[in-house]
């Protein structure tokens, strides 16, 4: 591993002992004699490690120490201290020390800690880069979406994403419910503490709970040691619960303490831990009904649903598909090693207006199925066969005689005309925030009218009355 590494100590011998057992690996030694020499050299060149005496005239090692912590507090350094320094070198330590070797010492001592020290020097160096690239990955530039939709989303995330208020992320799976999550956090003042996720959809109600809250050792079965749970690893960064809508009712209770008292105790313990975590939650589920229903709870919905986002779905920013299209070919065609750049005007019409039932994950998996089919540089209809496929197959068997042919025509066209009425209900309903009064005086209908809209299609929303305090409920 090549790095640099200057060897402060005012004894001569020691300097060239040092030089002599590092010498044979790939590392650039410089040395100085006391410390207004080193702390010249380290202002002057860029160095990975410092070994350096305690025991010096002059500015001794702890006095460089502070130093050299305060201007490149990235510098490890490793102290040198005789067997009647030991207090010293603990003080140095706590300074900021990488360790301490007592003199004299072996070779290999030497080398060891050497060693630690540049290999955990490269970890800090790697996880530096990850996150520098993470957080520039999650800049609104960089994130695909130039509709009106994904442009409306952008300036929900820049207004929230300073603040710490609780965040609500709703839309269809795979319509990248967690990349706004992740731009939230790392456009935020916490972007360099951790963002941790946590599946809400794959764990049993138990497992969950020792997921979220941690769990002591013997508190159950399997539970061998202790174990930190994700509000205790987030702390102080962001904490992204998915699939929010699958929480039991009894992790629900818990879950409202956490928000409220902003604490909690890990399964089988009876101490209790503060936590100071952003939350933000996402769901493909209506809440809003499932409170209706009585499967969430009312208390808990208002609590997370302070700053919602939704999350539109592919059909729904139909201009995006080609960027995002061309985006996921670079990125498949550079991994799968295909020079494939370009996607025919076919394919293309025919990426535009297909459904999306899988949103963005689908059209990634679809562009990646492509490139693997493609024999040259172009993408091609032909590449395309399981959404032509999709797109062509009936939701009803094909009709075998003219009385089918009948049956079948009158079914498609009720459907058709169920399908328009229900979307019609649903999206002036959202256009509106829930409020019935609103929405049939917006389509101009008559109130109950547009509540026999509602009941035929089971659409159920609880609505206040504005200007009233009065319930305005389907």
């Given at each position: 591993?090549?790095?640099?590494?200057?060897?402060?100590?005012?004894?001569?011998?020691?300097?060239?002992?040092?030089r002599?057992?590092?010498?044979?690996?790939?590392?650039?030694?410089?040395?100085?004699?006391?410390?207004?020499?080193?702390?010249?050299?380290?202002?002057?060149?860029?160095?990975?490690?410092?070994?350096?005496?305690?025991?010096?005239?002059?500015?001794?090692?702890?006095?460089?120490?502070?130093?050299?912590k305060?201007?490149?507090?990235?510098?490890?350094?490793?102290?040198?201290?005789?067997?009647?320094?030991?207090?010293?070198?603990?003080?140095?330590?706590?300074?900021?020390?990488?360790?301490?070797?007592?003199?004299?010492?072996?070779p290999?001592?030497?080398?060891?800690?050497?060693?630690?020290?540049?290999?955990?020097?490269?970890?800090?160096?790697?996880?530096?880069?990850?996150?520098?690239e993470v957080?520039?990955?999650?800049?609104f530039?960089?994130?695909?979406?130039?509709?009106?939709?994904?442009?409306?989303?952008?300036?929900?995330?820049?207004?929230?994403?300073?603040?710490?208020?609780?965040?609500?992320?709703?839309?269809?799976?795979?319509?990248?419910?967690?990349?706004?999550?992740?731009?939230?956090?790392?456009?935020?003042?916490?972007?360099?503490?951790?963002?941790?996720?946590?599946?809400?959809n794959?764990?049993?109600?138990?497992?969950?709970?020792?997921?979220?809250?941690?769990?002591?050792?013997?508190?159950?079965?399997?539970?061998?040691?202790?174990?930190?749970?994700?509000?205790?690893?987030?702390?102080?960064?962001?904490?992204?619960?998915?699939?929010?809508?699958?929480?039991?009712?009894?992790?629900?209770?818990?879950?409202?303490?956490?928000?409220?008292?902003?604490?909690?105790?890990?399964?089988?313990?009876?101490?209790?831990?503060?936590?100071?975590?952003?939350?933000?939650?996402?769901?493909?589920?209506?809440?809003?009904?499932?409170?209706?229903?009585?499967?969430?709870?009312?208390?808990?919905?208002?609590?997370?649903?302070?700053?919602?986002?939704?999350?539109?779905?592919?059909?729904?920013?139909?201009?995006?598909?080609?960027?995002?299209?061309?985006?996921?070919?670079?990125?498949?065609?550079?991994?799968?090693?295909?020079?494939?750049?370009?996607?025919?005007?076919?394919?293309?019409?025919?990426?535009?207006?297909?459904?999306?039932?899988?949103?963005?994950?689908?059209?990634e998996?679809?562009?990646?199925r492509?490139?693997?089919?493609?024999?040259?540089?172009?993408?091609?209809?032909?590449?395309?066969?399981?959404?032509?496929?999709?797109?062509?197959?009936?939701?009803?068997?094909?009709?075998?005689?003219?009385?089918?042919?009948?049956?079948?025509?009158?079914?498609?066209?009720?459907?058709?005309?169920?399908?328009?009425?229900?979307?019609?209900?649903?999206?002036?309903?959202?256009?509106?925030?829930?409020?019935?009064?609103?929405?049939?005086?917006?389509t101009?209908?008559?109130?109950?009218?547009?509540?026999?809209?509602?009941?035929?299609?089971?659409?159920?929303?609880?609505?206040?009355?504005?200007?009233?305090?009065?319930?305005?409920?389907?």
């Amino acid at each position: 591993m090549s790095a640099k590494i200057l060897i402060v100590d005012d004894e001569e011998i020691v300097i060239r002992s040092c030089r002599r057992i590092l010498g044979d690996s790939m590392l650039v030694v410089d040395s100085a004699n006391d410390g207004q020499d080193a702390l010249r050299k380290v202002d002057e060149t860029e160095y990975d490690l410092m070994i350096l005496d305690i025991m010096m005239p002059g500015i001794d090692g702890l006095e460089v120490l502070q130093h050299v912590k305060e201007r490149h507090p990235t510098v490890d350094v490793i102290m040198m201290t005789g067997l009647s320094e030991i207090q010293t070198a603990v003080k140095a330590m706590k300074l900021g020390a990488f360790d301490y070797l007592s003199k004299p010492f072996d070779p290999d001592e030497l080398k060891l800690v050497v060693d630690r020290a540049l290999e955990r020097r490269q970890l800090q160096q790697e996880n530096r880069k990850l996150k520098t690239e993470v957080s520039s990955k999650y800049r609104f530039e960089n994130i695909i979406g130039s509709s009106p939709p994904m442009q409306a989303v952008f300036g929900l995330i820049a207004k929230c994403a300073p603040t710490n208020s609780t965040v609500l992320i709703t839309g269809e799976s795979g319509t990248g419910k967690e990349m706004i999550a992740r731009a939230i956090h790392y456009n935020s003042l916490r972007k360099d503490q951790p963002f941790v996720t946590v599946d809400c959809n794959t764990l049993s109600e138990s497992l969950l709970e020792s997921e979220l809250f941690g769990h002591t050792k013997g508190s159950f079965t399997g539970a061998v040691a202790n174990k930190r749970g994700m509000f205790e690893i987030a702390n102080n960064g962001s904490l992204f619960l998915d699939e929010f809508g699958n929480i039991p009712l009894s992790t629900q209770a818990k879950l409202l303490r956490v928000i409220q008292e902003r604490e909690f105790r890990a399964v089988g313990s009876t101490a209790t831990q503060k936590t100071n975590v952003r939350l933000i939650t996402a769901t493909n589920k209506d809440l809003k009904a499932m409170v209706l229903e009585g499967t969430f709870r009312e208390d808990l919905y208002y609590r997370i649903n302070v700053f919602p986002i939704h999350s539109p779905a592919l059909r729904e920013r139909r201009d995006d598909i080609p960027a995002l299209a061309f985006h996921f070919l670079k990125i498949f065609s550079a991994e799968l090693g295909k020079p494939v750049s370009e996607i025919s005007d076919g394919a293309m019409s025919l990426l535009v207006n297909y459904a999306w039932p899988g949103n963005v994950r689908e059209l990634e998996n679809t562009m990646q199925r492509a490139v693997i089919l493609a024999t040259d540089h172009i993408i091609r209809q032909a590449h395309l066969a399981n959404i032509i496929e999709n797109t062509q197959r009936p939701d009803f068997e094909v009709p075998r005689t003219s009385d089918d042919l009948k049956r079948v025509k009158k079914i498609a066209r009720e459907k058709s005309v169920e399908d328009i009425e229900k979307m019609f209900i649903q999206e002036t309903l959202r256009r509106n925030a829930s409020n019935v009064t609103r929405s049939a005086e917006e389509t101009g209908m008559q109130r109950a009218n547009f509540q026999a809209l509602m009941k035929k299609y089971n659409i159920r929303v609880r609505d206040t009355e504005y200007g009233a305090g009065g319930a305005d409920a389907a």
